[in-house]
């Protein structure tokens, strides 16, 4: 039974940081992609960043390329999303989700097998 859990959302002021952290249980955490997703109402979920088994190739959306930075420690099975520089555009849910086997073609939320239930980010 895999399990994903998101912590650390909150509210922040424009041009804060948060760092949201991903754990996960029930699997050999280290053999699965994981990426980091968010949603609005009424707006489709889209993908944010990924980061590939052994974190040595990471992937960005162009709107937090050179804010958001992903990381991951597979001794603590945790992905973690620091988050620079926030602007109101980046309120959102934010989930994150996983698969296993490769990253880099996959950024699509049907690519991703397991997920989430959110952590709400709010700038203001």
């Known amino acids: 039974h895999v399990q994903l859990v998101e912590s650390g959302g909150g509210s922040v002021q424009a041009g804060g940081s948060l760092r949201l952290s991903c754990g996960a249980s029930?699997?050999?955490?280290?053999?699965?992609?994981v990426g980091w997703f968010r949603q609005t109402p009424g707006k489709e979920r889209e993908m944010v960043a990924r980061?590939?088994?052994?974190?040595?190739?990471?992937y960005y959306s162009n709107s937090v390329k050179g804010r958001f930075t992903i990381s991951r420690d597979n001794a603590k099975n945790t992905v973690y999303l620091q988050m620079n520089s926030l602007k109101p555009d980046d309120t959102a849910m934010y989930y994150c989700?996983?698969?296993?086997?490769?990253?880099?073609?996959?950024?699509?939320?049907?690519?991703?097998?397991?997920w989430g239930k959110g952590t709400q980010v709010t700038v203001s």
């Open positions: 980061i590939v088994i052994d974190g040595g190739l990471t």
């Open positions: 989700a996983a698969r296993s086997g490769g990253c880099a073609s996959y950024s699509l939320v049907a690519d991703y097998y397991y």
């Open positions: 029930g699997y050999i955490f280290s053999r699965f992609c």
